[in-house]
C-alpha cells in the first residue's frame, strides 16, 4: 500500500536542493563530485528529512542519531542536506572548497556534524562501528549510527574487516547504506549494478541484507523501515542508483568521476532538469527528535596523581610489560580510557586492562586497519582510545591513523616488539619504520622509553597529551634506570650518564640505551661520554639536546634500532642542522636477519661491545 | 570407497616427519610456533607428497606448483617437508633461527621454495594470486598456485581483497587452503571451529568451499581431489584442524601459541607420541613430476635506448603525465613490465599502457593491499611489476611494501598527486609521509622528478634499479625544465639554477621547484643562489650535495611539500650532518585545508612569492 504522496513530494524536493546546491557549489569551485552526489541524494534525503533523529541545531550532539559519509567525496551534498536541515546556509555552502573554509573538499571535522574525516575510501564502517560503540556502551542511549559507503569502496579490505567484527558484536544500531551507482573512478566496478553479488558478501558476514531501487522513496522508505527493524545484527541497505542521476547530459556516464559542470549553459541545463521537483511552497522540515537525550559530556575522572610503576629497583622488566600496569592505571583513573587490540593482548599485555575493564576493551582480532578506524570513532566521541599491537603490524593501519591525525583526534598507539632486539622471529615481526611514519602525524606525540618505569611514565604522559601519538615498546627484559617517581612530561630528555669532562655525546634510547651503558662500563674514557636518553622525540626537544650537545663541541653520536630514515638519526640532525660539527650514526641499514638478540645487535654495531669499539675509536 | 592403504600409511609417516622435526627445530631454538606447525603437518604431507608437481631439487623453478606460506609462523614445518622431499638435509632444518642460517624464524626467500617474505599475516593469498597470473599469462603452463593460510589471518581484510579479485579473474590455478585450528594467538578466533561460517564467506567472494577434517588423510585427499576439478573459479579448501595435534599435553590448548617445549623430557614425550606413526622403512617419496616444463626465464628485451620523452620545450606538462608514457616506452622495451593499478588508470595515466599491453596490465580495483602483494608475486617470479596509484593510497600498503622489500624484490611504486599542490581535495587525498615511509625501505631507490623529462627519466631509471622503489609525482601542469636528451641516473643531482656567486644553497625537488624559479625570477640577489633539483634522494647523491653546499659555505635552505619528518629536509640535514652552517627548512608542518593550490602553497610558505620573501630575508 503506498505510502502518504505528501512525504514523498517533499522528499523529492529535498533530494532536488541536495542536487542543486551540489552541482551548483561543485560548478562554481571548478572541481569535486557532483555526479557521487547526485546518485547519494535521494538516499541522504531519506535520512535527513524522515529516518535520523536529530537536533539540526547541534549536530555534534551524542543524542543524536550519526552519519559516517564513508564515501567522503559525496560531501557537497552531505553539505546540502545540512543546509536544507537548517545548519548551515546557502552562502556557507557555496564556500566550497575555497580557502579556509570548513565546507572542504572532503568532509573535515571542522564542521561539528563531520566526525573523522573521510576521503580516504574504506574507513568510514571502521569509524561507524567506533561510534556505534560509544553509543552502546557508553550512552548506552537508543541512538543509531548510519555509514554511507559508496559501492567502489566495498573492494576495499578494512570495510569487510569492519563488516565481521560489527556483526560479531551484534551491534544493531549500526547500519550501512551502500551507493550502488556502478561506476568507479576509472571503469565499472567489479560487480556493477549486481546487487545480489554484495548482498551475499554482506549476509556471509553475519549482517542482514536489503536492496532498494535509490532513486524510489517508495522502495527506500520501505528498505529503510525493514532494516531499523532488524535485532541482533547490522543491517546493511544496498542501494541501486545512478551515478549523476537526474541530469541526462552525465548520468549512468564514464568518465564523469569528479568533474563538476561547466557554469553557463551547461551548469543551467542541468539545474533546470533537478529545478522540476522542486516544490513551490515547501514545508518547513520536519525532523525527528533524537528520542535519546544528551548525557553529561564525560568529566575527566583523573586523579591528581597515578600510583607509582610497581617494579622494583632491581627488577628486570620489559617496557611492554608497562603497558599492562599503565593501561590499568589510567582505566582505573578515567573512565575515557578504551583499548583496543588485535588478538595480541597476551604479548603486549593489554590483557590485564581487559580482564579488569572488559566492556572498554575492544577484540579486533587480527585486523589492524578497522582497530584504528574503530579507534578514531570512539576518539570523535569523546573517549580516549588506545591501539595496541606490535609496532610492525601497525604499519598495516598506517592509512587509517593518518586520517584520524588529520582529524585532530587523540588516538594513542602501543607498539611492542619493535627493532631488532626481538631476534629469533626474524624481520617481519620487527617494527624497523615506525618511528618514520608517527614522526609524520601533525601534532602527533612520539615517545620511545628505556626502561619498565620511563615506560610507565611517558604512557601516562601520552594519555594527557591533547593529540595523537605513538610509544614505542621492546621486548627485552631490561634492567629499571629510573626511580619509580621520576616525571616524563613530553619534549624533554634526561642525561642517564653525565660524564665527568663530556667530549663526546651519545643519543639513543629504548633497549639500545642499556647496551651504551653497558659499552660504557669500566671504559676508560667513560667520564667524557655524555648520554642522553631521548626518551621524546616529537615534540623535539630541541634547546635541552642543543645545549647538552653543545656542550661537547658539537660532537654527536645517534644509536638507533630503526631504519636510518626517518628515526632518531634524522630527528636529532635536522632539530640540529649548523650545530653539529662531527657526526656518527649507526642504524639498522639492511635487512636483519632471524637470530639471538645479542647477535642481530652486534650484526649492526649495536650491541655492547661493538658500541664499546666505536666509542673507543671516536674517543681516541 | 577407501583409498589404497598404502598412500595414507606413507602420508601419515610423512607427518609425523614434519611434527617430528617441527617440534625438535622449535625446542632446539628455544623459540617458534610448534603447535602452529603441527596444526598443518598433514595438510603439508598431502600438498608435497601427493598433490603438488614439482622437482624437488629444483625448488624455485616456474614449471613446479608453487605454494606459500600464508601462515608464516608455521616456517618449521615448511622448512621440515622439504627436508623430507629431499632438498634440505635434516642438519639444516635444525639450524633453525641461528644467525645467518636461511632456515629464519618466517620463510624468507634466501630459499629458493621461498617466493615472498610472509610473517606479517593476510597477506600470502595476494601474493598467490601474483604468482598464479604469471603461471596462466606468462608461463602459460598448467602449474598450480597453493596457498595455506590460518584461520587468524582471515580477519585480515587484505585476504578478502585478494578472494574477491581471484574469483573475478577466475583464476583457477589458484588454490586456497585453510588451517582452521580454532586458537589464534591469545584467544579463540572469531569463528572458532565453525568451518561453515568460513565456507559462507569464501563462496559469497565467488569461490568453491570444500571442508575436510584435516587430520583425516581420506577427508583430506577427497578434498583435494575435488577442489582440483573446479574450474572458472578458485577453490578453497577449509580444513578443521587442532593446534598442537599429536602432542596430547598442548593440544588445543590456550597459551601454546608461540611456545617450543622444553628440550628433556618434555620435548622426549612429545616426540615419542608423534613417532608413533613413523614408518620403520619407509618408502623413497614418490613426488609428482610437473607436466609443464620450465621455459627459458624471460631474457631482458630492453633496447641500447628509449624513445625520447614526448615533451615540447614550451609545453606545460605534469610529472604524472609522464607515467602514462614512460609505461608505454617500458612495456614496449620489456615484456617483463607490469603494471597494476587500484580503480585510478585515468587520472595516473597509467590507463595507457593497460590499453596497449592489457595482459600485463591488472586492475586491482579500490584494494591497495592486494595490488602490492599482486606486484611482489609477480617480482618474485621474475617479472618488473609497477604499482600505480596517488601517492596517499599507497599508505594503504605500507606492510605490503615494507614485506616485498624485505623480500629484496624489484617492486616498483608510483605516486600521484602528492603534496598539497593538489589543491582544494583536501588533506585526505595529499600524500606528505609517502617519501618518510619509502626512504625505510632497504635499497629502495627513492625519486622526486620536478618536470615531464625528468619523471620521464626517472621512471626508466627505476626499472634498471635492481630493487625496490618509488617516484613521487604531483598533479600541476609544469613548465618543462630539462632537455629531451637528459638523463636522471640514480645517485646525482641537478643544479638548476648555478648563481654567478652563490651564497645560499637551495635544495628542493617537484612543483616547489618551479616555485622556487619563480622566486628567483628578476630577484636582484638571485646570482648569489643556486639551486638544487634533488630528483634522487635515495641513493642520497651525499658527494654532489656537499660539495654544492661547501660551495656556499654551508648555508642551505630547503623547500618541501612533504611534512617535516622524514623528506627533503631530514635527508639532507643527515648526509650532510657536520656541514652545513646555517640551516632553514620549511615544510607542510600542519594540517593542510581543501583550497586552491596557488593559496595552499602561500600558506605554508611554499609559494613564489613567500620563498621570495624568505630568500630576500635570507640574503639580506
Known amino acids: 500500500m503506498s505510502r502518504q504522496p505528501a512525504l514523498i513530494r517533499e522528499l523529492k524536493h529535498r533530494a532536488a536542493r541536495i542536487r542543486w546546491m551540489s552541482l551548483k557549489s561543485t560548478a562554481q569551485a571548478g572541481s569535486g563530485h557532483p555526479t557521487s552526489c547526485n546518485s547519494a541524494a535521494d538516499l541522504l534525503a531519506a535520512l535527513f528529512f524522515h529516518v535520523m533523529r536529530y537536533d539540526p541545531q547541534n549536530p555534534g550532539s551524542s543524542a543524536n542519531d550519526r552519519l559516517v559519509l564513508s564515501k567522503g567525496h559525496a560531501a557537497p551534498a552531505l553539505y546540502a542536506a545540512w543546509c536544507e536541515a537548517g545548519y548551515l546556509t546557502e552562502e556557507q555552502v557555496y564556500t566550497l572548497r575555497q580557502m579556509n573554509s570548513p565546507i ?4 573535515m571535522p571542522y564542521l561539528p556534524f563531520v566526525d573523522v574525516a573521510t576521503g580516504s575510501l574504506g574507513q568510514g564502517l571502521s569509524v561507524g562501528l567506533g ?18 559507503l559508496g559501492d567502489g569502496e566495498m573492494a576495499e579490505g578494512s570495510v569487510w574487516e569492519a563488516f565481521a567484527l560489527a556483526a560479531h558484536l551484534k551491534m544493531d544500531n549500526l547500519m550501512a547504506i551502500v551507493d550502488v551507482n556502478r561506476l568507479g573512478q576509472s571503469r565499472e ?32 522508505l520501505t528498505a529503510f523501515q525493514r532494516a531499523l527493524k532488524v535485532k541482533g545484527k547490522p543491517a546493511c541497505i544496498l542501494a541501486k542508483t545512478i551515478k549523476g542521476y537526474g541530469v541526462s547530459a552525465i548520468a549512468d556516464l564514464d568518465n564523469w568521476h569528479g568533474k563538476p559542470l561547466k557554469p553557463g549553459p551547461e551548469l543551467d541545463k542541468a539545474l533546470e532538469e533537478v529545478a522540476a521537483d522542486l516544490m513551490k511552497t515547501p514545508p518547513k522540515p520536519s525532523i525527528p527528535k533524537p528520542s535519546a537525550t544528551q548525557a553529561p559530556p564525560l568529566a575527566s575522572e583523573r586523579p591528581a596523581s597515578f600510583p607509582p610503576p610497581p617494579y622494583a629497583p632491581d627488577a628486570k622488566v620489559a617496557t611492554r610489560q608497562a603497558v599492562g600496569d599503565a593501561l590499568l592505571a589510567l582505566g582505573g583513573a578515567d573512565s575515557r580510557i578504551w583499548v583496543i587490540d588485535g588478538d595480541t593482548q597476551n604479548s ?5 586492562f581487559a580482564d579488569r575493564y572488559p566492556d572498554r576493551f575492544v577484540e579486533c582480532f587480527i585486523a589492524e586497519q578497522n582497530m584504528a578506524g574503530i579507534a578514531a570513532g570512539l576518539a570523535a566521541r569523546g573517549l580516549i582510545p588506545f591501539g595496541v599491537t606490535f609496532g610492525a603490524f601497525l604499519a598495516r593501519a598506517f592509512d587509517q591513523i593518518r586520517m584520524s591525525a588529520l582529524s585532530g583526534l587523540p588516538v594513542k598507539f602501543l607498539g611492542t616488539h619493535a627493532g631488532i632486539s626481538i631476534g629469533e622471529d626474524g624481520p617481519s ?15 602527533g606525540a612520539v615517545l ?17 597529551h591533547n593529540g595523537p601519538g605513538y610509544v614505542r615498546l621492546s621486548r627485552p627484559a631490561t634492567p629499571i634506570l629510573y626511580p619509580v617517581g621520576e616525571q616524563f612530561p613530553l619534549g624533554e630528555i634526561k642525561i642517564i650518564h653525565a660524564g665527568k669532562a663530556p667530549k663526546l655525546t651519545v643519543i639513543s634510547a629504548g633497549v639500545i640505551i642499556h647496551e651504551v651503558l653497558r659499552a660504557l662500563k669500566d671504559h676508560p674514557n667513560a667520564h667524557q661520554v655524555q648520554v642522553i636518553d631521548l626518551y621524546c622525540l616529537k615534540p623535539f626537544p630541541t634547546a635541552q639536546v642543543a645545549e647538552a650537545v653543545g656542550a661537547t663541541g658539537g660532537r654527536v653520536v ?6 636510518p630514515a626517518g628515526g632518531i638519526g634524522e630527528a636529532v640532525a635536522t632539530a640540529l642542522a649548523g650545530k653539529i660539527r662531527e657526526w656518527t650514526h649507526v642504524a639498522v641499514d639492511r635487512v636483519p636477519r632471524s637470530g639471538p638478540p645479542e647477535a642481530l645487535l652486534a650484526s649492526f654495531g649495536l650491541s655492547a661491545s661493538t658500541i664499546r669499539e666505536r666509542l673507543t675509536q671516536l674517543l681516541a
Open 448 to 464: 620511545y622509553p628505556s626502561d619498565a618505569v620511563s615506560a610507565y611514565g611517558t604512557i601516562l604522559a601520552l594519555a594527557r
Open 429 to 443: 615481526q620487527m617494527a624497523l619504520e615506525d618511528l618514520a611514519f608517527f614522526r609524520t602525524l601533525p601534532n
Open 131 to 148: 561510534i556505534a560503540l560509544h553509543q552502546a556502551k557508553v550512552m548506552k542511549n537508543d541512538a543509531r549510527t548510519f555509514v554511507l
Open 558 to 563: 645517534v644509536f638507533e634500532e630503526h631504519a
Open 348 to 352: 603486549t599485555y593489554s590483557q590485564k
Open 189 to 220: 566496478t567489479m560487480h556493477g549494478h549486481d546487487l545480489r553479488a554484495y548482498a551475499r558478501k554482506v549476509e556471509a558476514f553475519g549482517w542482514e541484507a536489503l536492496t532498494c531501487n535509490g532513486h524510489d522513496f517508495e522502495d527506500i
Open 104 to 107: 572542504e573538499g572532503h568532509p
